[in-house]
């Protein structure tokens, strides 16, 4: 719990934007008329092609003018920016692949595991989890994500990493 509480942009403020996002959409879904199939094409542009549908550019704005302005008032800029992320792997520097190449980052909570963690990797897409076994305060969450990767395939127990 410690990677949430001492994040930078807070669950409740990420759940908020998205609250807002979510209420937008389906307002603009209803007022637009929109029935199922035009909104299927609508995110099919968006989604394949990248284009934002013209249903949505006022989401869109409301978005990137009101929300995010005011999320960035509540938030310290400076520390997201400088803020380490060579662990989730976006970019393909030296210095992320040696990080990589050194930790092996759990998927489910997001941090660095110990060299000598048990380890669960999916058949799938070869994400790693730590094999911790459930206690009576494991969410249920996590102990769902136990018996399936998030990709939906199934974890294949490989022992600590070498």
């Given at each position: 719990m410690?990677?949430?509480?001492?994040?930078?942009?807070?669950?409740?403020?990420?759940e908020r934007v998205l609250a807002e996002v979510d209420s937008g959409v389906k307002s603009a879904y209803q007022g637009g008329n929109i029935d199922d199939a035009n909104r299927g094409l609508a995110e099919k542009q968006l989604l394949i092609r990248g284009e934002i549908p013209e249903v949505l550019v006022p989401v869109v704005e409301r978005l990137l003018t009101t929300t995010?302005?005011?999320?960035?008032?509540?938030?310290?800029?400076?520390?997201?920016?400088?803020?380490?992320?060579?662990?989730?792997g976006l970019s393909d520097d030296k210095a992320t692949y040696d990080f990589q190449a050194?930790?092996?980052?759990?998927?489910?909570?997001?941090?660095?595991?110990p060299r000598d963690a048990r380890l669960r990797?999916?058949?799938?897409?070869?994400?790693?989890?730590?094999?911790?076994?459930?206690?009576?305060g494991t969410s249920m969450w996590v102990a769902n994500l136990q018996k399936t990767c998030h990709c939906g395939s199934l974890w294949m127990l490989v022992g600590p990493r070498q």
């Open positions: 410690d990677v949430i509480d001492n994040s930078t942009v807070k669950v409740a403020q990420l995010l302005n005011s999320l960035r008032e509540e938030i310290d800029s400076s520390v997201l920016y400088f803020s380490d992320y060579r662990w989730l050194a930790h092996t980052i759990d998927s489910l909570r997001k941090v660095a595991l990797r999916c058949a799938r897409c070869c994400a790693y989890m730590e094999d911790v076994t459930p206690t009576k």
